[in-house]
């Protein structure tokens, strides 16, 4: 008979994800004393203590200053899910492997999954929603011309990863099209049509 | 006796089936609007988090969760009914308990305080090694079938006729190949995982679930429940992929219903990553030794196979029945089956189940035919296709075969590019090769009932209880009505996503657009005779003169004689006119057919050195009776490519031997093809007017069937090597080459 404790390093069930979301969040959290005034610390005996207590703090989210309440260990993702009713951004992998979560800090594209929301207080927070309204941006356009999308799951990580790579590039060639957009995953397939999408807002010039 | 009563417009005469268009919800989805079950957030909503067994075989001895329970923010604890004290659990991730806390990082918190005592036992999950299968007493026999040309005298004995009549085939080909060929176990992998949110009003459930099913999996959170299927609605407006796992609610999703229940508060239970590829579904492995004779034209006249397969925990796996070998039938053949049990998560029906992995264990074979003959791959599938009057092949016609085959080589340049396996010229140490397969899908219509609502000021909106899993079946549904009532198909209401719905069946197998196309048809066209009757009243003319196109009815060619769509509908007076419209699954109808064929040839380029395979070009011609919505008919079979490109080359499952963990479970080690990886692809939809006209077919299976073996022949012409088991990893192509001494 053997007895397991869950989730420690070294068990099969341990993951850099849990080390993010829950029992390791200590590592981070000793930077965020400073914003978590009402930190307090427990559970030193068993393994990585818990850094805990809520604080109210603003972000500026599509060019509002929203107010959220958070933990240390709250990741933009989920206050923008649960919070602010952004429900763009996806929460497919917790490491930011699959893009899924893509975000734009300060012009940016980055993992809302992996980034802790107290971090983020005094940046500028774009997600895929300000690309759309009665007026939707040109790469929004393209994707649904190019039908570049089937279930949809992945296509607002995959919008955000084309506006910021041809914010960057925006005299891209296939080739850099093709070598430049690999963070993202799709499962039903849809490169094909994202590669015609991208084609055709560089031609479009925007 | 098939309805007459309906049917489709001739090609050159529709102004919306065909045609290439945006689909409705396409900015909905991409800006991020569009609400998938994961993004429903309800007031005072509780997330749930489940703990995943850490072994792979296991019995569990206790469950401590007095420590969990008092972790601030975790409102309620569940141990699941399977992993109760004494059970024993099967494979790696089967879940244990769920926390329901106020967030998610409490939830998770809480999950890492549950103690555990699990009793270890004997783990076994190397599907691919049928002699250790064998030694831990793994493996049964799944059945077999034989099959000879000459029927055994009246004095023989039944089993001597046919080893002598095999023999004898064996000694009569001029060619014979003895081959092994496999396929590693890969995962469903949505996107979105399995899961629901659920909220009680009272004693009625509402819950928003991923499913294909809407229809169905009402009736199965009522079992589960024990309530009435009446008190349940069930909701997906959009599901983040679903490929053949998610029928059910599955436990965790009636559990989500049970928490809520206790705490009186909706709930929200997604499985997370890892959990979605341990316990939500895989496609089984397959792996295949065969010997086939062929004459001197490499027909093949003889075939005789074992194959073992397995389906995880639960067994099963690829049937060999109808699918061994793939489409080809050869006259004698001899073949059997063994399943493998293993301490792996159970299977789930995989796009085109079982036929993928057909596909690739034997029309591998084939290409290695050709290979020793010296032969063009294409000219030896050809040449087993038979005619129509003798068909040496089931599913589609040769004719359509041959026709695709002829397409999709001038698509890919075929002849140009052909060399002899092993034969082109190298550059530096990149090599190219061809390869090609075929399939075939049934895909007949399902069930569907739809109500569709016309109202006086002329919106048209229709409520079906069907599901759109990103196929465009809105969009489809919409083209449909556009044509049979002549109006704009962007302002047509299409309600579809709830079990309050008319009932549709679930979305499973290429069936769903045979379905709502022939629900729509007949309401759409029901409805229009009602208003025509109106409209032939109010001008005075026959009603059987009248046609509805450009948002007017009115006679062909005399615009005097007519009404706007509004004017018309205006006639109805002040309640909507509600047409229902149903069809039954396996009823004989001009609007709807089965069974199709499709062609897939790849272009590959392989480094010898690195053992890296890149795709070139890939080229798809399919046959799918009559097209309703173009671009996204397309998009599945771009879709479907590359998943077959992803499985082909980089997909698969990888269990520990030793403690049966399943080590690449997230996604940043399950390898999926990237946007970078996918090369050029062509489709090409085959659809002249003898295919047209059998009417709608479901598309979502065939396509993504012949990838794997297309890509592994076009891998084994480049290199005049087979690298046997797919996917195809550097490490096997290196392993390949070395063991044929090419390295
Ligand atoms: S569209 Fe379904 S995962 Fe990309």
Redesign the interface.
Known sequence: ???????GPG???F?R??FL???G?VAAATALQTHAAAANQEGQAA?PA?V?GETTITLQVNGESKKVTV?P??TLL?VL??QL???????????G??G?STVMIDGKPMSASTLLAVALVGKKIQ???S???PK??AV??A???H??????????GF?MAVRAFLDKHPQATEAEI??G??G????????????QAAIAVVKGGK | MADNSYSWPKAEETSALGKRV??I???E????????T??I?LPKQLIARA??C??AHCKI?SIDTSVAEKV?GVVHVHVFEKAKPGSEIQW?GELIAAIAAE???AA??G??K???????LEVFVDDANLAAAQAANRATKGGGKEQTEREPGDDDDEKEFVTAEFARLFKESKYVIDGFYGIDAITH????PHGATVAWNGDKLLAYLSTQNVSGTDEQFADGLKIAADDVEVRCE??????GSKFAPDYWGVAAAEISRATGRPVKL?L???QELKIAGNRPSAYLKVKLGADANGVIQVWDSEHWTSGGATGGGVPHNGVIPYVFEPKNYRRSQINIQTNLGPQRAWRAPNHPQACAITHTAIDDLAARMGADSMDIFLRNLGTDDARRIGGAKPSVYRAEIELAAKLMDWKAKWHPHGKGAAKGSVVDGLGLAIHTWGGGANDSNCNLKIHPDGSVETFCGTQD????TRTAIALVLSETLGIPYTGIKVNLGSSKLPVSGPSGGSTTIGGVSESHRRAATDALAKIGDLVAKKLGVAADTLVAANSRIGVKGQPDKSLSWKEACNLIGMRPLEVTGSFKRGTPSPLSNSTVGGVQMAHVLVDKDTGVVKINKFVAVQDMGLVVAR??A???I??????GI?SALFEQRIADRA?G?FLNS???DYK?????D?GD?VVEIYEPESERSRGVIGLGEPPVISPGAAISNAVANALGVRVPVLPLTPQRVLEALQKAGRA
């Open positions: 008979m053997t007895e397991s404790t869950i989730k068990d099969p069930g993951s994800r849990d979301r829950g029992s969040a393994g818990i805990r933990e260990r709250t989920e899910r649960t009713d952004l429900t763009g951004a996806k929460p497919i992998s917790h490491d492997s699959s899924g997600t895929v929603e690309l759309g309204g939707p941006d929004v356009k994707f649904v011309e039908d570049a999308l089937q279930c949809g799951f992945c296509t607002p919008v093709r070598g957009l690999n993202n995953i799709c499962r039903c397939g849809t490169y094909a049509n994202i590669i | 945006n689909r919800d396409g900015v989805k991409a800006s991020g609007r569009a609400k998938y994961y993004d957030q703990l995943g850490p072994h001895v601030p790696q967030s998610d990082g998770v918190e999950l890492s549950l103690k555990i005592q699990y009793e270890m992998c949505c996107l979105e959009h599901i983040g992929g679903g490929f997604m997370d990553r890892d899993l990103g196929v465009g671009k996204q397309e998009s599945q771009y879709g479907a490519i590359i998943m992803a403690s963990a997230e996604l940043r999926l093809a990237r946007l970078g996918i692809i």
